[in-house]
């Protein structure tokens, strides 16, 4: 960002501020300079869309008298800006989004020194759903099909899916150990590119989150076999879960917005007011139903109860499939 | 016909006053962050993004603010040029490779026509590349499905043969040169296993990597400047450039002689725009890179050759357009800036995929549309703004040298906010001016750079595949021939090397 851009930004940023002075009721805490937002994965994910997309909405509704500054920081399956975040400079102007990298990265290297229950639960805007996804040319319509193929082939069966031991492996896992099969798992940058190499049929499975798949399944390339949530999902309500067909197996991500220890009590009470803002506006909402986003919001005590479970499901899930001891 | 019709049509609708206004004001903008050194498209566009809510607040339509937005990528395209000829620094990293031959170009006193050439280019490497998108969009998208990992990395290894032809003669050197930017490319977190790598001394600069922007401005910023500085040619920066109108017909005869370069620039460029995972740098290098290779003066490119500045110029631009096709028909960027672009078009509530052409016809030729109107749009304001930037090439280098040192230092600082690049930067350029007096090319070194990070993922992916079988690069049908044409392309000047240095070659 260019000094010009910065001060233009910074001098909107007054205006607002004098506004709400006059309109809205004093918070203890205000930010004094732009809000740096770090995103934890790359350009173009379901994370960066959804951080781009917050910062849109509270521009465009004038929720912060400070602008938020997106940063990507994807190196190392979050690992980059986790170690970031854990030694920031100044812990009241910077949040960031996080998914499930946010439990596993740091239970995979302790050598980072990453506690995430010192990090700040500013609030969930969301958890993200999986389902598997096979191409049509495959012929396979259910999860019994996909089981009795996947078995034929063995090593021949290759699952794409978005980074190391992350969520996509977890559940590829998953299928490997209770289903007596040997899929191969072949990491990529993103889940977009997931997407276009199944619909290039160059993997033959993938566990997309319905966002990244969505113009593909439209299309009728690509076809979900079950869901890996508790209930159907609405934009897919002919897909069956996982325990349907019966097995044993929920897994969901969490979008959710986390601030940096140290971030001080008021400045926690700022963000998680000014997200719940933007989380209860009629574009978050549209967004969350056609992007098949679910879950309500959560924050404070509530989210950091839910990040211990996370922890220890994660600690147990790693452990099972070997990727830590 | 159809397809004449509905551009026809989206024509007409990009024309109307607010989206023209928004076309030129994205163009205007492009041409700023474009030229700003460390400010490319990428930051343009995302810093806008929030933006064009309220465009589409205004307008009602997603079309409007995705023209606004698309025009400042290929303003951006033709903005990276400007400092690269008249600077030397590159002003976007899609205008490194116009650096090799634009700056000697303004030394030699030619800025006018190196300018001239290089608005020109953008101009027909936009046009062709749009044709190509109108004409042909969903065949293409399946084309760029059938590009797997084997492929692009085939590919990378095509580039990298080219490099060879980049350094001159000196093979070995050459060779120093790309292990050396490997090496740099490979600092940070791996991707296949997510652990950290040559992270020196622990210092968290290093784990986000090396960014490319951060060697190339050091190399061709502060290590040029030092040895334009410490050579006689400093004399020459001062040189009188007047525009007349004989200059400039000269310049537009010079630029239809430098066809060769236009028409690899414009159809590689492209191409690789196309596949997911490239974008605009990696065309304008190999642009450069193949125009070079089959030149029948290669000796003449890095010296001001006409065809070293046309090739990557109308590349960056036809790539741009490219990486335009697998965003909207496969929902995949091409590049960072499709990236941001694509998340745009989900904020705005729409779905890219292979439905899009046919669901939201009155998104997507309107958008088509302003792609041509853009490229008019973006041609005559360089042309027009010509002589201020040769204005700048007037100053006498005692006073233009501390501006570039200055605008490198910005300029890297901008694009990431971490003051650790800028003090790498610094390194790098004076490391830069040591390799340059030992007769080392640098440029490969660049190439390097921005090609490892693409590569290496590709080959460990594929390697997945074949469970470490490395004949899966000669046993697909895409993958097989182009891996044989890029191992003879590399094997065949050490061959000659060696020949040549066993029995001194024959008169």
Same mark, same amino acid.
């Given at each position: 960002m260019n000094k010009h851009m910065r001060s233009f930004l910074n001098t909107a940023g007054a205006l607002a501020l004098s506004l709400s002075v006059v309109t809205g009721p004093a918070l203890a805490f205000e930010p004094d300079k732009p809000v740096e937002f770090v995103i934890m994965a790359g350009q173009g994910g379901g994370a960066d869309k959804m951080a781009r997309l917050i910062q849109s909405i509270i521009e465009k509704e004038n929720l912060a008298s400070r602008p938020l500054i997106?940063?990507?920081?994807?190196?190392?399956?979050?690992?980059?800006?986790?170690?970031?975040?854990?030694s920031v400079s100044d812990p009241d102007h910077t949040v960031m989004v996080t998914l499930n990298s946010f439990f596993t990265t740091p239970l995979r290297q302790p050598g980072l020194g990453v506690d995430i229950?010192?990090?700040?639960?500013?609030?969930?805007? @969301?958890? *993200?759903?999986?389902?598997? +996804? %096979?191409?049509?040319?495959? $012929?396979?319509?259910?999860? /019994? &099909?996909?089981? #009795?193929? @996947?078995? *034929?082939?063995?090593?021949? +069966? %290759?699952?794409?899916?978005? $980074?190391?031991?992350?969520? /996509? &492996?977890?559940? #590829?896992?998953?299928?490997?150990?209770?289903?007596?099969?040997?899929i191969k798992y072949v990491p990529y940058k993103g889940g977009g590119e997931v997407a276009k190499q199944l619909a290039g049929r160059q993997i033959t499975s993938s566990v997309n989150n319905p966002s990244e798949a969505l113009g593909f399944y439209q299309s009728g390339d690509l076809i979900p076999l079950v869901a890996f949530t508790a209930e159907r999902l609405p934009l897919f309500p002919e897909v069956p879960t996982l325990n349907e067909v019966g097995g044993n197996f929920v897994y969901s991500m969490q979008r959710a917005v986390v601030g940096p220890p140290?971030?001080?009590?008021?400045?926690?009470?700022?963000?998680?007011?000014?997200?719940?803002?933007?989380?209860?506006?009629?574009?978050?909402?549209?967004?969350?139903?056609?992007?098949?986003?679910?879950?309500?919001?959560?924050?404070?005590?509530?989210?950091?109860?839910y990040w211990s479970e996370q922890r220890v499901r994660h600690e147990a899930i790693l452990k099972a499939s070997g990727a830590i001891k | 016909m159809d397809i004449l019709f509905a551009l026809m049509d989206g024509i007409v609708v990009a024309m109307q006053p607010t989206n023209l206004g928004l076309a030129i004001a994205g163009v205007l903008?492009?041409?700023?962050?474009?030229?700003?050194?460390?400010?490319?498209?990428?930051?343009?566009?995302?810093?806008?993004?929030?933006?064009?809510?309220?465009?589409?607040e205004f307008t009602g339509s997603a079309t409007s603010p995705m023209i606004f937005l698309a025009a400042i990528y290929y303003g951006a395209m033709y903005g990276g040029a400007i400092s690269s000829i008249t600077?030397?620094?590159?002003?976007?990293?899609?205008?490194?490779?116009?650096?090799?031959?634009?700056?000697?170009?303004?030394?030699?006193g030619r800025a006018d026509r190196a300018l001239v050439i290089a608005a020109l280019a953008s101009f027909v490497g936009g046009t062709i590349s749009n044709i190509l998108f109108t004409a042909f969009a969903p065949p293409l998208a399946s084309v760029a499905l059938k590009f797997g990992d084997p492929e692009i990395f085939a590919l990378m290894l095509l580039a990298f043969a080219t490099f060879i032809g980049l350094g001159g003669d000196d093979i070995p050197k050459t060779i120093f040169s790309i292990c050396f930017g490997l090496v740099l490319a490979s600092v940070g977190f791996d991707i296949v296993s997510g652990e950290p790598r040559l992270v020196f001394f622990d210092i968290s600069g290093f784990s986000h990597g090396i960014r490319f922007l951060v060697l190339a401005i050091g190399v061709y910023g502060i290590g040029e400047m030092m040895w334009t500085m410490m050579s006689s040619q400093s004399h020459s920066a001062m040189s009188y450039v007047k525009i007349t109108r004989q200059g400039l017909i000269a310049a537009c005869r010079e630029f239809a002689s430098a066809w060769r370069g236009t028409a690899i620039g414009s159809f590689l460029g492209f191409f690789v725009?196309?596949?997911?995972?490239?974008?605009?740098?990696?065309?304008?290098?190999?642009?450069?890179?193949?125009?070079?290779?089959?030149?029948?003066?290669?000796?003449?490119?890095?010296?001001?050759?006409?065809?070293?500045?046309?090739?990557?110029?109308?590349?960056?631009?036809?790539?741009?357009?490219?990486?335009?096709?697998?965003?909207?028909?496969?929902?995949?960027?091409?590049?960072?800036?499709?990236?941001?672009?694509?998340?745009?078009?989900?904020?705005?509530?729409?779905?890219?995929?292979?439905?899009?052409?046919?669901?939201?016809?009155?998104?997507?030729?309107?958008?088509?549309?302003?792609?041509?109107?853009?490229?008019?749009?973006?041609?005559?304001?360089?042309?027009?703004?010509?002589?201020?930037?040769?204005?700048?090439?007037?100053?006498?280098?005692?006073?233009?040298?501390?501006?570039?040192?200055?605008?490198?230092?910005?300029?890297?600082?901008?694009?990431?906010?971490?003051?650790?690049?800028?003090?790498?930067?610094?390194?790098?350029?004076?490391?830069?001016?040591?390799?340059?007096?030992?007769?080392?090319?640098?440029?490969?070194a660049v190439l390097a750079i921005v090609l490892g990070p693409i590569a290496e993922p590709k080959l460990r992916q594929s390697l997945l595949f074949s469970d470490g079988d490395f004949s899966i690069f000669f046993t697909r049908p895409i993958a097989g021939p182009i891996t044989i044409v890029a191992l003879i392309l590399i094997l065949l000047p050490i061959v000659k090397f060696a020949l040549a240095h066993i029995r001194p070659a024959k008169r």
């Open positions: 997106p940063v990507n920081k994807p190196g190392g399956s979050g690992a980059e800006a986790l170690t970031y975040m854990n229950m010192k990090f700040a639960p500013v609030g969930r805007m @969301a958890e *993200d759903t999986f389902l598997l +996804w %096979v191409h049509k040319d495959e $012929g396979i319509k259910t999860f /019994d &099909e996909f089981v #009795t193929a @996947a078995k *034929d082939r063995g090593r021949e +069966w %290759v699952m794409g899916g978005t $980074g190391k031991a992350a969520e /996509d &492996e977890i559940i #590829t896992d998953y299928l490997n150990n209770n289903y007596g099969l040997e140290g971030m001080s009590k008021e400045a926690l009470a700022y963000y998680t007011d000014l997200f719940k803002k933007a989380y209860d506006t009629a574009d978050w909402q549209t967004y969350k139903t056609k992007q098949s986003l679910m879950g309500n919001f959560m924050a404070g005590d509530d989210l950091s109860q | 903008v492009g041409l700023f962050v474009g030229a700003m050194p460390g400010l490319g498209s990428v930051n343009g566009v995302a810093i806008l993004l929030p933006f064009t809510f309220v465009i589409q600077l030397g620094i590159p002003g976007a990293s899609t205008a490194v490779a116009t650096t090799f031959d634009g700056r000697p170009m303004a030394l030699a725009g196309l596949l997911p995972a490239a974008g605009a740098t990696p065309g304008s290098l190999m642009a450069y890179g193949v125009a070079k290779l089959t030149a029948r003066d290669p000796k003449s490119f890095g010296k001001g050759n006409p065809d070293g500045i046309s090739a990557p110029e109308s590349a960056n631009n036809a790539a741009s357009t490219g990486a335009m096709l697998p965003m909207m028909t496969l929902g995949i960027p091409g590049s960072p800036t499709t990236a941001v672009l694509l998340a745009g078009m989900v904020i705005w509530g729409l779905q890219p995929g292979p439905l899009l052409f046919s669901s939201q016809p009155d998104f997507v030729w309107p958008l088509i549309g302003s792609f041509y109107i853009s490229n008019v749009v973006a041609v005559l304001v360089n042309l027009a703004f010509i002589p201020v930037f040769v204005w700048m090439l007037r100053m006498p280098f005692t006073i233009l040298a501390p501006v570039i040192f200055v605008l490198s230092l910005i300029g890297t600082f901008a694009a990431y906010q971490d003051m650790f690049d800028v003090w790498l930067m610094v390194l790098f350029g004076f490391g830069a001016l040591l390799l340059r007096k030992l007769d080392y090319p640098l440029a490969p």
